[in-house]
T-cell receptor
Framework: DSGVTQTPKHLITATGQRVTLRCSPR?????VYWYQQSLDQGLQFLIQ???????AKGNILERFSAQQFPDLHSELNLSSLELGDSALYFCASSVVVGSSYNEQFFGPGTRLTVL | GDSVTQMEGPVTLSEEAFLTINCTYT??????LFWYVQYPGEGLQLLLK?????DKGSNKGFEATYRKETTSFHLEKGSVQVSDSAVYFCALSAALDSGGSNYKLTFGKGTLLTVNP
């Protein structure tokens, strides 16, 4: 158990809908990262937050947004969902930023299925 | 941009066989290198890491050496067990900006390992 929790575990929805994925980082970790894992694209970095502020952006679509709250939990909002958004979404957290050997601890993931 | 290429498999071995999963990378600067493992139905776990050239990361019988001259970080284990069956990801951590204050992980596609008794 990494100490990172994600809810829900599974989500099934229809095209055009909006969903929210939730992540609670390990106790003491200030930084949260979101990743998307799909069969064709593999694991891709989406976005990073540090202590409530957006820190870095990866391959995140404009239809997706995220935020980190004062209690450090984070939410990833996916809107106008398309079939191709079906994937596993992982959250990771870390204590340190600004270091290349900074270990990230991953949650169990949310499996999103768009029908 | 940064990239990681690893043999995609799947790899099927018998218990006690020798394992090698190849990983090569392309990056500017001096990345740190990682191997993560994903067991069925779970998130990724860090298996081992190396932060500079010639470093050897090791854990649970797995080893990988950071080879700058060949830009490689191959994963090896001398004798695999059924419990090692999982997906293995090679990854690098490199700066997102010249200031070096933000880093991101770039992953390979993953290699599915199945170990049969």
């Amino acid at each position: 158990d990494s100490g990172v929790t994600q809810t829900p575990k599974h989500l099934i929805t229809a095209t055009g809908q909006r969903v929210t994925l939730r992540c609670s980082p390990r106790s003491g970790d200030l930084s949260v990262y979101w990743y998307q894992q799909s069969l064709d694209q593999g694991l891709q970095f989406l976005i990073q937050y540090y202590n409530g502020e957006e820190r870095a952006k990866g391959n995140i679509l404009e239809r997706f947004s995220a935020q980190q709250f004062p209690d450090l939990h984070s939410e990833l909002n996916l809107s106008s969902l398309e079939l191709g958004d079906s994937a596993l979404y992982f959250c990771a957290s870390s204590v340190v930023v600004g270091s290349s050997y900074n270990e990230q601890f991953f949650g169990p993931g949310t499996r999103l299925t768009v029908l | 941009g940064d990239s990681v290429t690893q043999m995609e498999g799947p790899v099927t071995l018998s218990e006690e066989a020798f394992l090698t999963i190849n990983c090569t990378y392309t990056a500017t600067g001096y990345p740190s290198l990682f191997w993560y493992v994903q067991y069925p139905g779970e998130g990724l776990q860090l298996l081992l890491k190396a932060t500079k050239a010639d470093d050897k990361g090791s854990n649970k019988g797995f080893e990988a050496t950071y080879r700058k001259e060949t830009t490689s970080f191959h994963l090896e284990k001398g004798s695999v067990q059924v419990s090692d069956s999982a997906v293995y990801f090679c990854a690098l951590s490199a700066a997102l900006d010249s200031g070096g204050s933000n880093y991101k992980l770039t992953f390979g596609k993953g290699t599915l390992l199945t170990v049969n008794p």
